[in-house]
């Protein structure tokens, strides 16, 4: 017979198992890498919700996942001019993909997380949201492509919040090649609400209704330039931006990163790296005449060549879903990073 001792200690461990299970979050979708990872997978948890921390490359890139591919006929569809929306949650239980779930039907309306705190899925309000982002790569063979290939090409700055998740993709997005293209989802929560982990998802794309074969430009590194008031910088400096394409943000892992920035002051799909809200319309080999070199010193900031399409989920008319109100703060929080060569 139990213990009164062990009955609570076995309540405990059921609870946080539970808990466990709907922690964290992924896009989900039946073309991604992944897809039907589960907790006894890998002798570790490598589910697609699994944050990525201090890990190897071949750990942290595609998630690990690259030996679970999805179907060949499986693509998300990127609509060009158009709202690309996709699910963000903590279980795939709480997704239209729950009867694939190890746990069934969990799902309650908009919510990422059904029945948890907002601390589950890293942010203590609204107001500490810091964006996730979608990138593609114009290759069809996964092998083939390796971090620097990866352009964001939208980013949703109130994310991670609901389930739905709105992404404007660019007009001037060129076709994939034959074979389709490959996409990842990439979030790096608030330092107010969690470690520091990084998530990354990859999957199987293809751009659709697309008018334009203007290719992108090459990605570079991100920069933070937004205002920074937390590290003593109280204004933005705009000419020490990267401006045009620019790669996804790698950080934290023991391997590839190309951001150093310290534990307390992880870097965000937010103004603070020049990741404006919605679609990157500027990431194409024609966007700028010219681009100056960025430095902390510089007042010179490029002139885009033509004008670019605005389109954000907010905006959309495609979105049945009413967009929450814009956050009041996109201000980390820590202490000063280590090793950011861009301050």
């Known amino acids: 017979m139990f213990s009164a001792a062990a009955f609570s200690s076995l309540f405990l461990l059921a609870f946080w198992g539970t808990s466990e299970v709907y922690g964290h979050a992924s896009i989900w979708h039946p073309s991604m890498y992944g897809f ?8 570790y948890d490598n589910r697609p919700v699994a944050p990525l921390t201090n890990y190897t490359f071949d750990q942290w890139w595609f998630h690990g996942h690259l030996d679970y591919p999805p179907h060949p006929g499986d693509f998300f569809e990127l609509p ?23 746990g069934g ?10 029945n948890s705190p907002t601390s589950e899925y890293h942010t203590t309000g609204f107001s500490d949201l810091k964006g996730c982002a979608l990138a593609i790569a114009y290759e069809s063979d996964v092998t083939k492509i390796q971090p620097e290939d990866f352009t964001v090409f939208s980013v949703n700055q109130t994310c991670v919040w609901t389930r739905f998740t709105d992404f404007s993709v660019p007009e001037k997005m060129p076709p994939c090649p034959e074979g389709g293209c490959h996409c990842a989802w990439f979030w790096i929560h608030s330092a107010d609400s969690g470690g520091e982990q990084n998530y990354m998802n990859g999957f199987k794309c293809n751009v659709t209704g697309s008018t334009s074969n203007t290719p992108l430009a090459k990605p570079q590194l991100p920069r933070r330039c937004g205002a920074d008031p937390d ?28 951001m150093f920035e310290g534990t307390y002051a992880p870097p965000f799909y937010t103004d603070l790296y020049n990741f404006r809200d919605g679609a990157q319309n500027d990431i194409f080999v024609d966007s700028y ?55």
């Not at 039907?36 to 002798?43: E, G, K, L, S, Y």
């Not at 705009?238 to 190309?258: M, V």
């Not at 879903?321 to 929080?333: E, H, K, M, N, Y």
Request: one cysteine or more; glycine letters at 6%; a neutral charge.
């Open 36 to 43: 039907n990872v589960t907790d006894h997978t890998f002798p």
């Open 80 to 102: 060009a001019g158009q709202i690309a929306t996709t699910e963000i949650a903590c279980n795939k239980g709480a997704t239209t993909w729950f009867n694939s779930s190890e």
């Open 105 to 114: 039907d969990i799902r309650q309306g908009d919510s990422p997380c059904p």
């Open 231 to 258: 590290f003593g910088k109280p204004d933005a400096v705009p000419g020490n931006c990267t401006y045009g394409a620019k790669q996804p943000l790698y950080w934290f892992q023991a391997e590839r990163n190309n």
């Open 289 to 343: 005449a010219e681009i100056p070199p960025p430095s902390a010193n510089s007042t010179v900031v490029p002139a885009l060549r033509q004008p670019q399409a605005t389109a954000t989920p907010s905006s959309s008319p495609t979105s049945s879903r009413p967009a929450p109100p814009l956050p009041t703060d996109q201000v980390p929080f820590g202490t000063p990073p280590g090793r950011c060569a861009a301050w």
